[in-house]
């Protein structure tokens, strides 16, 4: 069974910290990782990929892989409290389709 | 941007009731999905559409049908609502598998009474 592996949290930070999202992964096949944010209430929206080895940067947010170790992070610079909802980590199994993690929960502190 | 539209927010049915759930996009995207979200146990892919009247059962299929007469529609179908089937479903699509992620609707989220 694929599966993809996420600590359900919450994880609490002040506003202004860094908060870094920890995702885990079984299978060694899968080439593509994505990072979805959901708040309370609504669907999850995409917000970064990633698809090699090491970092991908966009704004506040990076997608960080690390293939060997089977293992994918998303760190949220300066977080705001507007950043507190649940992100979800999936990975592209061999079929191409995705599978998620349960989600972690983020809350941020003003 | 891509569009997907979930017809309800919001439906509350009755125990037995047969459940019809709509789900439409408007980028001709080939791929369409159906999930499920419960607390703890977060997403999970009840069935699959790779084209008009083609589909693949998920990891939860039991309890559900699916229909794809137009590229654009993927449609739910609780045949018997039961209360296990309580929870919020949503619908996914994306133009090619292995493209990117998806784009989920804003999901319908069924209370069976």
């Known amino acids: 069974q694929k599966e993809v592996e996420q600590n359900s949290g919450p994880l609490s930070v002040p506003e202004g910290a860094i908060a870094s999202l920890n995702c885990t992964y079984s299978d060694r096949g899968s080439q593509s990782f994505f990072w979805y944010r959901q708040y309370s209430g609504k669907s999850p929206e995409l917000i970064m990929s990633?698809?090699?080895?090491g970092d991908k940067e966009d704004g506040r947010f990076t997608a960080q892989l690390n293939k060997a170790s089977q293992y994918v992070s998303l760190l949220i610079r300066d977080s705001q409290p507007s950043d507190s909802a649940t992100y979800l980590c999936?990975?592209?199994?061999?079929?191409?389709?995705?599978?998620f993690g349960s989600g972690t929960r983020l809350l941020v502190r003003p | 941007d891509v569009k997907v539209t979930q017809s309800s927010r919001y439906l509350v049915k009755r125990t037995g009731e047969k459940v019809f759930l709509e789900c439409v996009q408007d980028m001709d995207h080939e791929n369409m999905f159906w999930y499920r979200q419960d607390p703890g146990l977060g997403l999970r892919l009840i069935y699959f559409s790779y084209d008009v009247k083609m589909k693949e059962k998920g990891d939860i299929p039991e309890g559900y049908s699916v229909s794809r007469e137009k590229k654009e529609r993927f449609s739910l179908i609780l045949e018997s609502a039961s209360t296990n089937q309580t929870s919020m479903y949503l619908c996914?699509?994306?133009?090619?598998?292995?493209?990117?992620?998806?784009?989920f609707g804003s999901g319908t989220r069924l209370t069976v009474v």
């Open positions: 996914a699509s994306i133009m090619e598998l292995g493209l990117g992620g998806y784009t």
């Open positions: 999936a990975g592209m199994d061999s079929s191409y389709k995705l599978i």
């Open positions: 990633i698809y090699s080895n």
